[in-house]
């Protein structure tokens, strides 16, 4: 476990030196905590506002609303609007850091300095992962503390906030979709020559995430709680393919002779 | 220390090293010679364990290749072609960071040891994306010795170094032969390995030869001895040649040259015989080959003109 912990520690000494890394770690959560808030300080400071989106409510979510007043359902409604960010942050987060500490290993040729010490494959693939996942993990807590905390000083009503719907989304699929967006950035990396085109390449996996979001948007689809569900059940299958790939293609010697 | 046996490495059917059988001794300095793509990093990168055999086996410092090769990278240190550091981190970082994989007890200690012995301490804290190119070199060495490994493998340590850099590490080897360690080294500086290798193996695929610098030099081409004579004759080559250890003779301008095992002991005998035929000899000298020729014409398979070398 010493060895893991090494590894975590010297990819976050390093990871976090790169300003670009940085940036999405702090500015992403920063961004989905902060646009749901607006929106809800807008909603209660404009009963104009308020109204307008009480309108765009899609027939189907007002079942969701049985117990709410008009305008409690209206704040649940916008929230919900934005589960499916809190759901790409734990993606893109490790996307980033996972593209520039393997890519970053394979350019300044620093792997094979590492894989001739006597760590072993899976110590240095967890510590690579986990190194990757955690502050995409805890960024996303820490956007859903941000957002539980200002949605409660605006008064908006905890149970739009703390309800199975979002717990499972924020801890279970996140965590999921962290996992997901490692092995992804694995796999391409193990392709790749550059951490940009890693990066790009790997963050095409947010985009059923995106075209999810935006079918709800257009009011073609509606998230729930079973939606959220079927997420993390589909994401758990993905991802024992994704990983089993991930680790064939980091094969010590795929490392050294054939990363190009 | 180290026992090769059948060694053979292939990429996608093409053999990077084929049918290698060694046995480096303990405390020796080896090295292998030979030109860019004849398997030189793949035997290294297979002794440290770093990539399977395709066939063969080898023992390294008490451990057999893929039976636990964890800990035989333990006992072994390696220096890789590139230095491979980190550059955001500080040398004092990076050097922790691999003391803590090797499970030294120490750390602080042994990471201290090092950067002193390296002449980098003053400069621990700096990141080593600052560092030169000679100071970048020392610290991968540093990498590879912290654990204090009974056998050391170097991939072409002084290249790209300046003078004053390459000299500084040479310097540094010759250090650490000295205190038992078995050290392997990869090399296109002959003369570095002329001065720091107890055997040099020259390979191209295939293991082309093996031995001393000096006896590497006697098996290619002999050692020649040149007499000056003030009055050449033809029948002073008859002279010489008369005698069973005299291997080639030939005479060229006012010289002629033998060919001979042990001139040492056969020069005083060659030079009383041809002051005995009227020959008046002005010196005695001898040619030396230097191992860039021993080497060119191995790897050209006999290529190299035979007059090369310096007279000493």
Not at chain 1, 127 to 150: C, R, S
Not at chain 1, 194 to 205: H, K
Request: glycine share 8%; charged share 20%; aromatic share 8%.
């Amino acid at each position: 476990m010493n060895r893991v912990y090494q590894i975590v520690r010297k990819e976050w000494a390093e990871v976090f030196k790169n300003r670009l890394v940085l940036f999405t770690v702090a500015f992403l959560p920063l961004i989905a905590a902060a646009l749901p808030l607006g929106i809800l300080y807008l909603g209660r400071s404009s009963a104009d506002f308020a109204a307008d989106v009480g309108k765009d409510i899609p027939q189907g979510f007002s079942v969701l609303c049985n117990n709410l007043t008009g305008e409690e359902c209206v704040q649940y409604f916008v929230i919900s609007q934005f589960i499916l960010l809190f759901m790409i942050l734990p993606l893109a987060i490790p996307i980033t850091i996972a593209s520039y500490s393997i890519i970053g290993e394979k350019t300044r040729r620093t792997l094979e300095p590492l894989l001739a010490t006597p760590i072993t494959t899976a110590e240095l693939l967890i510590g690579k992962g986990a190194a990757a996942v955690i502050p995409g993990v805890i960024a996303t807590w820490l956007a859903y503390l941000v957002l539980v905390i200002g949605a409660a000083w605006m008064g908006v009503g905890m149970d739009s906030l703390l309800n199975p719907f979002w717990s499972i989304a924020v801890f279970v699929v996140g965590p999921l979709l962290a996992l997901t967006g490692v092995s992804v950035a694995v796999i391409i990396s193990s392709r790749a020559t550059d951490p940009r085109t890693a990066e790009q390449t790997s963050m095409l996996v947010t985009l059923p995430i995106l075209l999810v979001f935006f079918a709800q948007v257009a009011g073609l689809i509606l998230i729930d709680a079973q939606i959220v569900i079927l997420i993390a059940l589909v994401l758990m299958a993905v991802d024992v393919a994704l990983l089993t790939v991930a680790v064939q293609l980091f094969q010590r010697e795929n490392i050294l002779t054939r990363w190009k | 220390m180290i026992r090769i046996e059948g060694l053979t490495k292939q990429f996608n059917g093409i053999t990077a090293v084929e049918n290698l059988e060694l046995e480096i001794r303990p405390g020796e300095v080896f090295g292998f010679l030979g030109p860019n793509g004849a398997g030189k990093t793949t035997t290294l990168r297979m002794l440290s364990a770093l990539i399977n055999p395709t066939s063969g086996t080898a023992w390294v410092a008490g451990y057999r290749l893929g039976e636990d090769d964890q800990a035989l990278r333990r006992n072994v240190g390696i220096l890789t072609e590139a230095p491979g550091l980190y550059d955001r981190l500080s040398a004092e970082r990076n050097l922790s960071f691999f003391a803590h994989l090797y499970g030294i007890d120490d750390v602080d200690g042994r990471v201290e040891r090092y950067l002193k012995l390296l002449g980098l301490w003053e400069r621990r804290s700096e990141p080593v994306g600052t560092f030169s190119r000679g100071m970048r070199q020392k610290l991968a060495i540093a990498r590879a010795m912290l654990h204090e490994p009974s056998v050391l493998f170097l991939d072409e340590p002084t290249t790209g170094l300046d003078p004053e850099a390459a000299r500084l590490i040479r310097e540094f080897i010759e250090g650490l032969s000295g205190e038992g360690r078995t050290i392997i080294l990869n090399t296109h500086n002959l003369d570095e390995a002329d001065r720091l290798c107890d055997r040099i193996g020259v390979l191209n695929t295939r293991l082309l030869a093996l031995d001393t610098p000096t006896a590497l030099r006697r098996e290619v081409f002999g050692r020649k001895v040149v007499f000056h004579l003030a009055n050449l004759r033809p029948q002073f080559e008859a002279t010489v040649a008369k005698f069973p250890f005299v291997e080639a003779v030939e005479s060229k301008d006012a010289k002629l040259l033998v060919t001979l095992d042990d001139p040492e002991a056969h020069n005083p005998t060659l030079v009383s015989a041809l002051v005995n035929a009227g020959a008046q000899v002005r010196f005695v000298g001898e040619i030396r080959r230097s191992l860039e020729d021993v080497y060119l014409h191995l790897v050209s398979n006999g290529g190299t003109e035979p007059e090369r070398g310096n007279e000493t």
